[in-house]
């Protein structure tokens, strides 16, 4: 997975994306939110919204994060190794 992007995921022409996202429980921190998507073997990116822990994840290509500072945005890249997160 890769850093946390600021901003709601977007597609390739920057768009919110909201075409085959999966609602999760609410969470309390971003963290628990990406391990969340972590479990799901069909995630490509995660979502999270820091004004209410809204976590979502994304079935769809995505291209990043919009630099929303409410949110974060997170792309799932198989085989990248991250040992620092931002959020």
Known sequence: ?????KGFCV????FDQNTGTKTLPNQDTAVHCLNLC??????????????HGGCMYHT????????NS???CWINRPGMIKTKHQY
């Open 1 to 5: 997975w890769s850093d946390g992007e």
């Open 11 to 14: 597609d390739r022409q920057s």
């Open 38 to 51: 972590r479990q799901r073997p069909d995630a490509t990116a995660c979502e999270y919204s820091n004004q």
């Open 60 to 67: 769809t290509d995505i291209k990043g994060g919009n630099g």
């Open 70 to 72: 409410d949110y974060t």
